[in-house]
């Protein structure tokens, strides 16, 4: 359980179209406070998940071979299955832009997995020159704490925490290494936007150019992060599954 749960928070760490817009909040107005807003809400959804979780299974895991062992075990593959012919799909149609000499699709073109369109658009509204318009930087000026938190719920990869949740009704809470593993699944799934935070609060001067020549670095490589994060995790979710089930 402790080594799926934190390669799957590792993969939602590093979902990029989360953090680029993460980067678009903190460099706003406020941001800093709204950044916090954001994280809040991140955090809240994750432990929601959890707890709902627990009180499903009463913190204990089921019974090997058991029904809610093997419907578990059966969403957690269907959840894998779904990365790897999400991740192909973006690959095939990445190498099919690259041989006809196009760009590489923005982040916003298609939502990663879990991740709504309407979060990716605010990730990925770019100028031609990789940094944020000025139409889109003026409209985060505008956005409240309630719009950062709504945000929050969005970005959600809501793909990977349900995969992550399968997980989770493995937990035994009547041993502390549970409760170590589901902290720090929780902390590991928000290490980024963390560091972001961190370094607006500390270092807000700098922090805005950036954190935006950042973005638009991430920009240009997202579509290869995408690929290779639900691939590598979805690959990694459908082995374990099928050895769980037939073993």
């Known amino acids: 359980m402790v080594l799926d749960l934190l390669l799957i928070a590792l993969a939602i760490t590093l979902d990029p179209l ?11 107005t406020g941001g800093a406070r709204k950044g916090l807003v954001f994280l809040l809400s991140w955090l809240a959804c994750l432990v ?15 019974p090997p071979r ?4 093997a419907a578990a075990l059966g969403v957690k593959l269907a959840v894998g299955v779904a990365l790897v012919v999400y991740g ?8 099919a832009l690259r041989a006809s000499g196009g760009a590489a699709p923005g982040p916003g073109a298609e939502p990663a997995p879990g991740a709504p369109s309407p979060g990716a658009a605010a990730a990925g ?3 031609a020159d990789g ?12 956005t409240t704490g309630w719009a950062a938190a709504g945000l929050a719920v969005l970005l959600q990869p809501w793909g990977l925490v349900a995969a992550g949740a399968t997980t989770v009704v493995e937990a035994d809470t009547s ?15 928000t290490a980024s936007l963390l560091a972001v935070e961190l370094y607006v609060v500390f270092s807000p001067t700098a922090a805005r150019a950036r954190l935006l020549a950042l973005r638009a670095w991430m920009e240009r490589h997202s579509e290869q992060a995408v690929v290779a994060l639900c691939l590598l995790l979805g690959f990694w979710l459908v082995g374990k599954s099928i ?5």
């Open 66 to 69: 058991s029904p809610p062992s």
């Open 125 to 127: 509204a770019d100028g």
């Open 243 to 247: 050895y769980q089930l037939t073993g």
């Open 88 to 95: 192909e799909h973006r690959r095939r149609r990445l190498a």
């Open 18 to 28: 989360p953090l680029m817009a993460f980067v678009l909040v903190v460099a706003s």
């Open 131 to 142: 940094a944020p318009s000025a139409s889109l930087t003026t409209e985060m000026d505008r």
């Open 175 to 189: 041993h502390l290494a549970s409760w170590f593993a589901l902290f720090g699944f929780c902390v590991l799934a």
């Open 48 to 62: 929601l998940v959890i707890a709902i979780v627990l009180l499903l299974t009463g913190g204990q895991p089921p």
